[in-house]
C-alpha cells in the first residue's frame, strides 16, 4: 500500500482538491491473500453466472467524480455503469449474505428491486475505482518496498497493479480476467490500447475477484483478507474509500419515521384510486 501526497497522475487532482488526500493504490500485500486463490477453472460457474439482463441505471457520481468535473477533468464514464450492471452474478441479487455485507452501505438492500441491487453495484466499482486510481483507467504503480514488490507469474517482472481497480496481468490466471500480456507487451506503458488498462475488461475483472471473495470464499465484503486494501478495514485505504460511498443511490438510504409515513399514506392513496405503490422509493 503507498500513499504519495500530491500525486495527480495516481489519484488525480481533483481528489487531493476536494478531499485532502494522497494516491491510493492497491498493493500486492492486499491482492494476496492467505492462501491462493482458486484458477479460472476453479472458480464454480454458478457463482460468475451473470444474472438475467434488466434495464440499466446510471450511478450518482461520487464525491471525485462531481470534483474531476468541476476541474474539466475526465471523469466516470456511464458506459461503465452499464458493462458492470450487465456481468453482475445472480448470487449478487439473491444472497441473503451480500445483503449483510453491504448494510452499511445500503441498508435497504435487500428490499431492493434487482435493478436498483446492480446500480448500487455500479456505484460500489465507481468508488473503489476512485480509491484505487481517481478514476484513471491509466494508472498503474510499481512499488519498490520488498515487502510488497513480488514477481508477477505472467510477466515474470517485479508486479504492476493498472488500470481502474489496480490489476495485475497474474489475475488473467488467477481469476480468469481478459488480459493479454504478449500483445500488451509490445506497447507503451500508459497505452489505453493494453488490455489491462482498457476500462471494460479491468472492470471486468473485479466483478470476478470480488465474486470469488464474496461467494465462493464467503468472506466478509469488508476484510482483511480482501484483493484491495482498500475494502480492508482500519486502513487509511479504507478510509479513502468509505468517503467516496457517500453518495450511494437514495434508493440505498433508510427512510426517516416521517418519511415512511409519507410514503405509506401515499401508498394507501395510491390503493384507493386503483393504482399500486411502487416496491420501491426512489
Keep these: 500500500m503507498a500513499i504519495k501526497s500530491g500525486s495527480l497522475q495516481n489519484v488525480g487532482l481533483a481528489f487531493g482538491l476536494a ?85 452499511p452501505f445500503c441498508p435497504r438492500y435487500r428490499s431492493m428491486s434487482d435493478v436498483d441491487k446492480k446500480q448500487f ?18 494508472t498503474d504503480v510499481r512499488h519498490k518496498d520488498p515487502a510488497v514488490a513480488v514477481k508477477d507469474t505472467v510477466t515474470k517482472r517485479i508486479v504492476r497493479q493498472e488500470g481502474l481497480l489496480q490489476l495485475t496481468y497474474m489475475d488473467a490466471d488467477r481469476y480468469g480476467c481478459d488480459f493479454d500480456w504478449e500483445a500488451d507487451r509490445q506497447l507503451p506503458e500508459k497505452d489505453p490500447a493494453k488490455t489491462i488498462l482498457q476500462p471494460k475488461n479491468n472492470l471486468l475483472c473485479g466483478v470476478r475477484i470480488l465474486s470469488n471473495q464474496l461467494i465462493v470464499r464467503r468472506w466478509p465484503l469488508l476484510t482483511h483478507k480482501s484483493y484491495w486494501i482498500t475494502l480492508q478495514p482500519g486502513t487509511i485505504s479504507y478510509e479513502v474509500f468509505s468517503r467516496q460511498m457517500v453518495n450511494v443511490p437514495d434508493v440505498c438510504r433508510e427512510l426517516q419515521p416521517m418519511e415512511e409515513a409519507r410514503v405509506k399514506g401515499a401508498g394507501a392513496g395510491a390503493a384507493q384510486a386503483g393504482g399500486e405503490p411502487g416496491n420501491d422509493v426512489q
Design 19 to 103: 478531499l485532502g488526500y494522497g494516491t491510493v493504490c492497491a498493493t500486492s500485500a492486499g491482492q494476496q491473500a492467505p492462501s491462493a486463490p482458486p484458477s479460472s477453472a476453479q472458480l464454480p460457474s454458478a457463482a460468475l453466472a451473470p444474472a438475467a439482463a434488466t434495464t440499466t441505471k446510471a450511478a450518482p457520481p461520487t464525491p471525485i467524480a462531481v470534483k474531476k468535473v468541476e476541474l474539466g477533468k475526465p471523469s466516470w464514464d456511464p458506459e461503465w455503469d452499464a458493462t458492470i450492471e450487465n456481468a453482475l452474478p445472480q448470487a449478487f441479487l439473491t444472497s441473503k449474505k451480500v445483503a449483510r455485507d453491504v448494510r
Design 121 to 138: 453495484w455500479a456505484y460500489f466499482f465507481q468508488a473503489l475505482a476512485g480509491a484505487e486510481a481517481g478514476l484513471e483507467p491509466t
